[in-house]
Nanobody
């Protein structure tokens, strides 16, 4: 069974930081594009960040540029999202994803595998 499992979510005050991790099992994703999406209540799932298989290319939504950093460790098949200077509008369930043939713009349909999500709540 192929699994992507997120961890690291929680409650943080505005201006704080969280680090999300996504571990893979069941297959290797070292040659997949890895991404993070988020979904707030009543809203559609939106792109947050993505990283190419070699980690040479990273992509960010405008809303998180300069605050979030995506990275990957292909040896351990994990991807992380470092989130700094968090704002209440960053509150959402965060999902990691993996896709083989993914290109800009990063849509949910382009990713083949998804985790179950981890809740991030940012309070004032």
């Amino acid at each position: 069974q192929v699994l992507l499992v997120e961890s690291g979510g929680g409650l943080v005050q505005a201006g704080g930081s969280l680090r999300l991790s996504c571990a893979a099992s069941g297959r290797t994703f070292s040659n997949y594009v890895r991404g993070w999406f988020r979904q707030a209540p009543g809203k559609e799932r939106e792109f947050v960040a993505a990283i190419g298989w070699s980690a040479a290319s990273t992509y960010y939504a405008d809303s998180v540029k300069g605050r979030f950093t995506i990275s990957r460790d292909n040896a351990n098949d994990t991807v992380t999202l470092q989130m700094n200077d968090l704002k209440p509008e960053d509150s959402a369930v965060y999902y990691c994803a993996a896709g083989r043939r993914v290109a800009v713009p990063f849509t949910t349909t382009a990713f083949d595998y998804w985790g179950q999500g981890t809740q991030v709540t940012v309070s004032l």
